[in-house]
């Protein structure tokens, strides 16, 4: 990879994103929204004695889930309209390399996810007095690389869609079992062993380790730092994947 063109490529990236309103509301604003409807579901509930409320619980995991849910479908959009408009292609006749691109739509929604996260958390922390063992600045560090995860999982997929529609097809395929077997609902001790089997392989379960670690210690643990390899490993290896599929043009 080239540093002067990934950094020219992850600029471009982020230009498109601020100009685009909706998707700017999209990451920071809908967040928040979320974040006060779960507040006031579970703002009643007492916590159980030596244990986080069901907010400081189901708040903590939906940090780290926002960037990866938005990320993926906003990556994979903008990858199809790339591709279909003609824009990769010109793209791909200059000096960036697949790599460049790639890696720099991950830094560019690595760093909007990061902002993404730092507004939840701000509103979290601050003004639903979330409370977490360790600190804020680990739950961001993970959210931001659950959007590099996301954006590396969008790209790939983008690859096997021809219009915007099927795109969004496959945030059920990808998204939804990465969020029912993560162990938010149901420990993933307590699944089925095949489920357990499933989960074992699929990165966010991982994420969401790391989340609870945070939120159950004052100190970074070895289980958390090995949860954050996981999905590090995770992501440069669907972005690996996505350069191996990535198309000029939409057939």
């Known amino acids: 990879m080239n540093p002067r063109i990934l950094a020219v490529t992850t600029g471009r990236i982020l230009r498109q994103l601020r100009h685009d309103r909706r998707t700017v509301a999209l990451l920071l604003v809908v967040p928040a929204l979320l974040l006060t409807l779960v507040y006031y579901m579970y703002a009643d509930q007492p916590a159980p004695p030596g244990q986080p409320s069901a907010f400081d619980r189901i ?5 780290g889930f926002f960037p990866f849910i938005v990320m993926f479908l ?3 959009i903008a990858m199809l309209r790339e591709r279909t408009t003609g824009t990769l292609e010109r793209l791909l006749t200059t000096p960036l390399a ?3 691109l ?11 996810g ?11 922390y601050w003004l639903f007095d979330l409370d977490t063992a ?9 959210a931001a690389l659950n959007a590099v995860l996301a954006v590396a999982l969008g790209l790939f997929c983008s690859a096997f869609a021809r219009t915007e529609f099927q795109a969004v097809q496959f945030m059920p395929v990808v998204v939804a079992p990465q969020l029912l077997l993560c162990g938010l609902f149901v420990p993933r001790g307590e699944m089925a062993g095949w489920l357990q089997a499933v989960s074992d392989v699929l990165p966010l379960s991982y994420a969401v380790e790391a989340l609870q670690e945070v939120g159950a210690n004052a100190e970074p643990t070895g289980t958390m730092w090995r949860d954050v390899a ?8 669907a972005l690996v994947l996505a350069a191996a599929t990535l198309r000029r043009r939409s057939g």
């Open 98 to 100: 697949k790599a460049d």
């Open 102 to 112: 790639l890696f720099g739509y991950g830094i560019a929604f690595g760093l909007a």
């Open 114 to 124: 990061a902002v993404q996260a730092t507004v939840a958390s701000a509103v979290a």
């Open 230 to 237: 996981v999905v590090g490993g995770a992501a440069v290896l």
């Open 59 to 63: 708040a903590l995991i939906m940090l």
């Open 134 to 142: 360790g600190g804020s600045g680990l739950v961001i560090m993970i």
């Open 74 to 76: 906003v990556t994979s």
